[in-house]
């Protein structure tokens, strides 16, 4: 599991632009999204929200509330948020093919 920060800014340090989501260990559709983003070999942060402590779940729910977003997994790609596993909006948020 890797910890973050949400960085307000559309790029990684290396130019590319910046994936993270907060998803949960047992969620089918966490595993496909962080697989899509794996099998492309784009760099990606992830916390599982349900192995979290207490502090850092409550940090990840005030920001889903004012996402106004009720399911995981939560993706964001550079300043844009994607709710669910949806393989067509990261590729277009991304700029390659699905």
């Avoid at 402590?53 to 844009?80: H, K, N, Y």
Wanted: charged share 30%; proline share 3%; hydrophobic share 35%.
């Amino acid at each position: 599991m890797r910890w973050f920060r949400w960085r307000k800014r559309d790029d990684a340090a290396d130019g590319t632009t910046k994936v993270s989501m907060y998803t949960l260990s047992t969620c089918p559709s966490c595993k496909k999204a962080k697989k899509f983003f794996a099998d492309r070999h784009i760099a990606f942060q992830f916390t599982n929200y349900d192995l979290a402590d207490q502090a850092t779940q409550d940090r990840i729910m005030r920001e889903l509330e004012a996402e106004e977003v009720e399911a995981f997994p939560f993706v964001r790609i550079g300043e844009q948020t994607v709710q669910g596993y949806d393989p067509k909006r990261y590729a277009k948020l991304l700029g390659i093919n699905a």
